[in-house]
């Protein structure tokens, strides 16, 4: 092989390799951005949310899906707990709102659930719901915050509401109004 041959050999080598490297970077960044679309997809469906801020901001923040999920049922059960049982009303009102979360689609979460529904869960995982919103808060600018906190807060107010009163009249019980108090402190 003379010097022309094997330069015009490796020449093509050197190019070759040079656009293997860069395709591979493209195909690396076309994954990671599917991945971010499938993350914040995930996440418009789980929070009901079309802000696309709060979604980038979510997902710059690495918050899985299924922490949202749980972020946003935890306070739900609780409510519904407040006064020692669950009303078949607030069982269903969970149940809904775990369904328009996509619960239903895990079976892990949804057996979860089930579990909550049926026991109370210990107050430990309150206590972590706690420390999670406040670091996941901590994160947010404030519009953000009073929108998550409007759509936890309101969806617990549902559940408490979801029992009702005295013939349907005054849906919540001082325990659950205890409890909402208690979770809307959170949001602080």
């Known amino acids: 092989m003379n010097d022309a041959t094997g ?24 994954r990671e951005q599917g991945a971010r679309e499938r993350k914040r997809a995930t996440l ?13 901001h979510l997902v ?8 949202i999920v749980a ?5 739900l059960v609780e409510v519904a707990w407040a006064d020692g049982q669950i009303q078949p009303d607030e069982r269903e009102a969970i149940l809904r709102a775990a369904d328009e979360r996509g619960v239903s689609s895990s079976p892990y979460s949804r057996e979860l659930l089930d579990n909550w529904l049926r026991r109370r869960p210990p107050a430990a995982l309150l206590e972590v719901w706690r420390h999670y919103a406040k670091a996941l808060l901590r994160d947010l ?4 915050c ?43």
Request: zero cysteines.
């Open 7 to 30: 330069l015009k050999s490796y020449a093509k080598a050197l190019e070759d390799s040079f656009f293997e490297r860069e395709n591979q970077q493209l195909l690396a960044k076309l």
């Open 44 to 56: 418009r469906e789980a929070l009901k949310i079309d802000d696309e801020d709060v979604l980038d």
């Open 60 to 67: 710059a923040l690495d918050v899985s899906p299924e922490a």
């Open 71 to 75: 972020f946003s049922l935890v306070p």
């Open 141 to 144: 600018d404030a519009n953000d």
């Open 146 to 188: 009073r929108m998550m906190r409007e759509r936890v807060i309101g969806s617990a107010r549902a559940v408490a509401e979801a029992a009702g009163g005295f013939l349907g009249i005054g849906s919540i019980s001082a325990a659950e109004k205890g409890a909402l108090e208690d979770l809307d402190q959170t949001f602080g």
